[in-house]
């Protein structure tokens, strides 16, 4: 669990983590890319994220990406992700271990990750942006 609630707050709250489960508490940028890179699955439950940058970077690591199917998800992540209803552990479950248990599935989950994260860059951002305003004059 990088970034937080920390183990303490994640108890608190009533949960209880899987065993191995590690907190790493805030990590820099590139010991957050690091954990990207190696990680066998990233699993996304936000249920509010405004753009849904996590998944976009953690694709763009190559990490294979499992997201709620809520808020801006299914448009940033597409057929990038395995997308699960965001109210349903079990739901959460089955697409990790689907990822874990099919490396044929997580590979096409990395590679249409690279895809995706690659064509919302900051660069094709502007280029659609400076294409957008260029038709305005």
Known sequence: MAGGPDEVNYRRAGWSPPP???FTGVVSDA??????ASAAVFVFPSLT?????????AMHCGAPVVAARAGAMP???RDAALLVD??????YRQAIE????DSGL????RCRGLERAGRLSWNAAGERLFELVRQLA
């Open 75 to 77: 448009e940033v992540c």
């Open 49 to 57: 994220e405004g753009f849904g940058l996590p998944p976009v970077e």
């Open 98 to 101: 689907a990822v874990l248990g």
């Open 31 to 36: 010991e957050l890319r690091a954990l990207y």
């Open 86 to 91: 965001a109210g349903n552990p079990r739901a």
């Open 20 to 22: 191995g489960t590690v």
């Open 106 to 109: 997580a590979g096409r989950l």
